[in-house]
């Protein structure tokens, strides 16, 4: 059964720095791309970032372009998010979801619970 | 940069059919796929490459997609079908990246 668990979810001030993980079994992770989803309060999804099996292929949304860094370990079977100069506007739920394939642009076939960010002085 | 467009909302009474629409400049030449989440659920896959179903997704749940429009078909909706539903593609123009329309929320009666 694939399984993503997301963490390091919690409240932070504007400016300030957020590493989110999400641990994931039940699968080969070293085959398939991953990705982070966030979903603002009463909004909808937005893809946040991703990266390819090897980390040779990584993308970003324009909005966290520059702040957030994606990356993987695969023998620890886990992707991270490592979030810098938070805004407001990064408050949401962080999802961690698994590609189909090696590379991004394979669809979403399982996603994990979310970790929550709140962006708050 | 590519933008889904998807309405807010539709309904439709059990037994019935409902349609949900995703609208893009020349979708018809991308793959689409749709997610459902309910309320304080993740989303979860419902169709993927526009028509194919994951594994334990009702054959109540299809999809097409032709021009300017993806479509999404519940037949036989079921009060447990009510959520929210995203469209998403790849957008493979300029910088690489995946797009999700705003989502439609699914009211049964």
């Known amino acids: 059964e694939v399984q993503l668990v997301e963490s390091g979810g919690g409240l932070v001030q504007p400016g300030r720095s957020l590493r989110l993980s999400c641990a994931a079994s039940?699968?080969?992770?070293?085959?398939?791309?991953m990705h982070w989803v966030r979903q603002g309060p009463g909004k909808g999804l937005e893809w946040v970032s991703g990266i390819s099996w090897n980390s040779g292929n990584i993308g970003y949304a324009d909005s966290v372009k520059g702040r957030f860094t994606i990356s993987r370990d695969n023998a620890k079977n886990s992707v991270y998010l490592q979030m810098d100069s938070l805004r407001a506007e990064d408050m949401a739920l962080y999802y961690c979801?698994?590609?189909?394939?090696?590379?991004?642009?394979?669809?979403?076939?399982?996603w994990g619970q979310g970790s929550l960010v709140t962006v708050s002085s | 940069s590519y933008v889904l467009t998807q309405p807010p909302s539709v309904s439709a009474a059990p037994g019935q059919t409902a349609r949900i629409t995703c609208g893009g400049n020349d979708i018809g030449r991308k793959s689409v796929h749709w997610h459902q989440q309910k309320p304080g659920q993740a989303p979860m896959l419902v169709i993927y490459y526009d028509s194919d179903r994951p594994s334990g997704i009702p054959e109540r749940f299809s999809g097409s997609n032709s021009g300017n429009t993806a479509t999404l078909t519940i037949s036989r909706v079921e009060a447990g079908d009510e959520a929210d539903y995203y469209c998403q593609v790849w957008d493979n123009s300029g910088d690489h990246r995946w797009v999700f329309g705003g989502g439609t929320k699914l009211t049964v009666l």
């Open positions: 979801a698994k590609g189909r394939g090696l590379d991004l642009n394979y669809y979403f076939d399982y």
């Open positions: 039940g699968f080969t992770f070293v085959d398939y791309a």
